[in-house]
């Protein structure tokens, strides 16, 4: 099955500088990869997806990269705001909606 | 956005019991729903899809007879842990999708499950 590895676990910035969180997957068939933001005791939130026709795709201060010959994708948030603050999870999915995350990366963004 | 709704919250049973969670899409017709299972600071684990009418698909080392999932209609289903001992306390959330492949996936709130 996929195996979808994320990169880091931890991540402070300060205010107002930019986040990079990084994935890879195992999957070559896989061809959709949302990100989800997760707040403490709450449910995950999509923020920004990505299929695999596409090599990358902008929302406001958040971006998305992928690199389908190297089985990365990764998440960019420009201007980092406190309310940033949560746990990221990146997907992969290789069809039929089963979606396997990543470890997660709880960004923390200092003011 | 689409509205998923997991029932209970929390719930705390006593080792040995069972213990059913609801899923219910709000206001959508939910092809597929997804359950997974989240430990204390860690990622998301699918453990089953089910698709409405049809037997769920459980995912490597998941116990299909301890985690019974039934997905009766479009709108609804529901996940029974059977059986339950201390080390099932988890946080389970599911998600829903309506339609095509690869589409934004709507989360439950979660439960909370303590066995006590």
């Known amino acids: 099955g996929e195996n979808v590895e994320q990169h880091p676990s931890t991540l402070s910035v300060q205010e107002g500088d930019s986040a990079v969180i990084k994935c890879t997957y195992s999957?070559?068939?896989?061809?959709?990869f949302p990100w989800y933001k997760q707040e403490l005791g709450k449910r995950p939130q999509l923020i920004i997806d990505i299929r695999s026709n596409v090599g990358e795709k902008k929302d406001q201060r958040i971006a998305v990269t992928l690199n389908k010959t190297a089985k990365h994708f990764s998440l960019h948030i420009t201007e980092t705001q406190p309310e940033d603050s949560a746990v990221y999870f990146c997907?992969?999915?290789?069809?039929?909606?089963?979606?396997?995350f990543g470890t997660g990366t709880r960004l923390t963004v200092i003011p | 956005g689409a509205v998923v709704s997991q029932h209970p919250s929390r719930v705390i049973c006593k080792s040995g019991t069972s213990v059913k969670i609801e899923c219910r899409s709000l206001?959508?017709?939910?092809?597929?729903m997804f359950w997974y299972r989240q430990f204390p600071k860690k990622s998301l684990m699918l453990m089953a899809t089910s698709n409405e009418g049809s037997k769920a698909t459980y995912e490597q080392g998941v116990e299909k007879d301890k985690f019974l999932i039934n997905h009766a209609s479009l709108t609804l289903s529901t996940l029974t842990v059977t059986s339950a001992h201390p080390e099932d306390s988890s946080f389970y959330i599911c998600?829903?999708?309506?339609?095509?492949?690869?589409?934004?996936?709507?989360f439950g709130q979660g439960t909370r499950l303590t066995v006590v």
């Open positions: 999957d070559s068939a896989s061809n959709y």
């Open positions: 206001d959508f017709q939910a092809t597929t």
């Open positions: 998600s829903a999708v309506e339609g095509a492949m690869d589409t934004e996936a709507f």
């Open positions: 997907a992969a999915s290789a069809g039929a909606n089963n979606l396997f």
